[in-house]
């Protein structure tokens, strides 16, 4: 019959250890280390097609990942997609800065990727970003190839 | 605290009924047993003697009549009454049921524990008294595995009296033990019931022993008392049940054969159905 | 003819019964539930069998868990090698183990081991007439015996998943990175870039909880409703770790289905 100071022991440390499996579940092979209590502030821009484009998808630029994609809705007045971006609040971007939807690498996730420009004046919170390219939808761009392929075979005379 | 009722009857069974399922056991069952009396309850297996066991201690509820334990009906109790009632009541199981995982002093120490709010110095010390009185106080540390059967039901016996019940249960008090053993349990119910000042039911086959032990006996078959009596009445008795339950006789109304064909028919049976 | 009315008599009766089962073991889990206030004033019980189920546990998980994040590094590399993109082994690894190896394989590890403990301990306190002696002692069996396992089961197999989630990394980073060659910084950047707090760690909690739940909740059901014979305590054992593993199953599907629709 285990003492109740052994057993007592085991338990702590059979929690112990699990815990420490959470938490090293958690940092190191999660993003919880970077999932900030830091301030963000919002920020909003307007697509055609936003292609694959998830909620909590990255917002980076020059690739580092300045902020998430908090919510994305759709404008019945003007069918397009809006998009909610929040940014962390250290990262000021000019009034004109541009977005563009990205994908990373060849068939990876979609992001959003902003481009800063030259304006003095800086976004403020509930701000709408002018500048906006929507994803590039693989259908299109490869009817487009054989549109322009054909085209170009009309007009030699075939 | 229930006041002590007027009669003398600490336990009543009127006119009970019970079935399980469609199967009925008990068939208008009474009896009356007086405090401080040393009681068993007799029969074959399946005549429900281990059912009235039960209905007395409120494990059952009877599908008619009433089961009175100190003058309140048990089936009629609410739940924290009948918890009350139980603390006052012990029962010995067949094997003793001791908690397998706890050692000898704990298991004593039970209801010590959960009931009482003694300091365990105190308990300490009851604990070993009580295992004295059954002889086991050596054995306190030893684990409920480690003992004989006679050992296990003895230390089952100081954990049923541990909160000195005003009444105890027996349920086979003498199955499967060795004479020496058989004979230490027998000296232990008679001794913890006259200086408990308690009432015991005994629920027993075992004839010889229980005639010895007990001041009053009820015989039962099929679900009713066939013969209620002394001792000695019952060791007189004519009755053809009783005697032959008395006396082990192989044969009377209780037949020595299951109920079968003819012999020589199937014997010499040739390709039946 | 008659053999098929009966085929299909025996089938309605089997359907009926398993529903009336269902409900009484329902009826089993309020019961626990509702008597598990000692479990909360006298916490050492749980902590005592937190000890049987969770502690004794922890070499099989452990073990269990290592090897099945090695042969995940191993088969991942193999098939990711063909298309250039060996750097998202830690991906691989992570993200199968968290989301779904993690609370499953854990869960029938659990269910196998300390799920049929609990159903043969307490099926053989029934047929050793404890849990009647425990009554008659006007203590509730449920709350003393019962709900401090059941608790104890809950509490025990998420800690038990991470813990085999965590040991697969391990297992991964040991054969990819080290074995292999893998490199360790992307190794863990792309897993770390990969791996969501609150759509995998969280949910993979998520899931063992209720695979937790689920395998408590038949241990210690069958373990009570067990004929109190010694081939009754033995078939409700097996009973325990069938019905478990298929439970556990049926449920990831489900909850697979409803957390990783892909929104």
């Not at chain 1, 970003?129 to 590039?136: E, G, P, R, Y």
């Not at chain 3, 909360?40 to 090897?67: C, H, K, N, P």
């Not at chain 3, 998520?206 to 109190?228: C, Q």
Request: proline residues 3%; contains cysteine; charged residues 20%.
């Amino acid at each position: 019959m285990m003492k109740r100071k052994a057993l007592d022991l085991w338990v702590g440390v059979f929690v112990a250890i699990g815990l420490g499996a959470l938490l090293f579940l958690a940092l190191k092979v999660g993003d919880l280390a970077s999932y900030s209590t830091t301030e963000t502030y919002l920020v909003m821009a307007n697509f055609d097609n936003i292609g694959g484009l998830k909620k909590r998808a990255p917002v980076k630029s020059a690739g580092v990942v300045v902020g998430r994609v908090e919510n994305i809705g759709f404008d019945t007045e003007t069918y397009e997609a809006t998009v909610a971006l929040s940014i962390d609040k250290r990262y000021e971007f000019p009034r004109d800065t541009s977005a563009k939807i990205l994908t990373a690498g060849l068939l990876g996730e979609q992001y959003v990727g902003l481009a800063a420009g030259g304006d003095t004046a800086k976004l403020k919170s509930g701000d709408k970003l002018k500048i906006t390219q929507s994803a590039v939808v693989l259908e299109n761009l490869i009817s487009q190839f054989l549109f322009n392929k054909a085209a170009e075979g009309t007009k030699d005379g075939k | 605290m229930p006041t002590i009722p007027a009669t003398d009857n600490l336990v009543e069974v009127e006119n009970v009924n019970f079935a399980y399922d469609t199967r009925q056991i008990l068939k208008g069952v009474n009896l009356n047993i007086r405090r401080g009396q040393v009681v068993a309850i007799m029969g074959l297996s399946g005549c429900g003697k281990t059912t009235l066991l039960r209905l007395i201690g409120g494990a059952l509820r009877p599908t008619q009549g009433e089961v009175r334990v100190a003058g309140k009906a048990v089936a009629k109790l609410s739940h924290e009454e009948r918890f009350a009632l139980r603390r006052r009541m012990g029962m010995l199981f067949q094997f003793g049921a001791l908690f397998t995982d706890m050692s000898c002093f704990d298991n004593v120490a039970f209801q010590m524990r959960e009931h009482t709010d003694l300091p365990e110095e105190l308990i300490h010390d009851l604990v070993l008294m009580k295992l004295e009185a059954v002889g086991l106080r050596g054995a306190h540390h030893l684990m409920p595995s480690e003992l004989s059967g006679g050992m296990a039901r003895r230390v089952a016996l100081a954990r049923t009296t541990a909160l000195d019940p005003m009444l105890i249960m027996y349920d086979e008090p003498f199955a499967g033990l060795d004479p020496l053993s058989m004979g230490v349990i027998v000296a232990l119910i008679r001794r913890l019931n006259d200086a408990l000042g308690a009432t015991s039911i005994i629920v027993t086959h075992d004839v010889a022993e229980a005639l010895q032990l007990v001041d009053y006996v009820y015989f039962m078959s099929d679900g009713v008392i066939v013969a209620p009596g002394t001792p000695d009445e019952l060791r007189a008795s004519d009755k053809p049940f009783v005697h032959q339950f008395v006396y082990g006789e192989t044969d009377g109304p209780m037949p020595f054969h299951y109920p079968a064909d003819d012999y020589a028919r199937d014997l010499y049976a040739t390709d039946a159905a | 003819m008659s053999g098929m009315t009966d085929f299909l008599e025996n089938l309605g009766a089997r359907v009926t019964g398993a529903v009336h089962r269902l409900g009484f073991a329902s009826r089993f889990l309020l019961l626990t539930l509702r008597n598990s206030g000692l479990c909360f004033r006298r916490f050492s019980l749980v902590v005592r069998e937190m000890y049987f189920a969770g502690v004794l546990s922890l070499i099989i998980i452990l073990v269990s868990g290592l090897f099945v994040g090695m042969v995940l590094g191993l088969q991942g590399y193999d098939t990711l090698v063909r298309y250039g993109s060996s750097s998202a082994l830690g991906v691989l690894v992570a993200l199968s183990l968290v989301r779904e190896l993690g609370p499953v394989v854990a869960g029938l590890l659990f269910a196998s081991r300390a799920g049929s403990a609990i159903t043969a301990e307490i099926g053989l306190m029934k047929v050793t007439e404890q849990l009647a002696a425990m009554e008659m002692m006007a203590v509730d069996p449920i709350s003393r015996v019962i709900a401090p396992r059941f608790w104890a089961g809950v509490i025990s197999m998420p800690l038990l998943a991470a813990m085999f989630s965590a040991m697969g990394v391990f297992g991964g980073y040991l054969v990819g990175v080290r074995m292999i060659g893998v490199d360790e910084g992307s190794f863990w950047s792309q897993m770390q870039a990969a791996v969501d707090f609150q759509e995998d760690i969280l949910n993979g909690v998520i899931k063992s909880v209720v695979f937790g739940v689920a395998v408590s909740w038949i241990a210690v059901f069958e373990g009570y409703d067990a004929p109190p014979t010694a081939e009754g305590v033995s078939r409700a054992t097996t009973r325990t770790v069938v019905t478990s593993s298929l439970t556990i199953l049926a449920l990831d599907f489900m909850l697979t289905a409803f957390m990783f629709r892909g929104d």
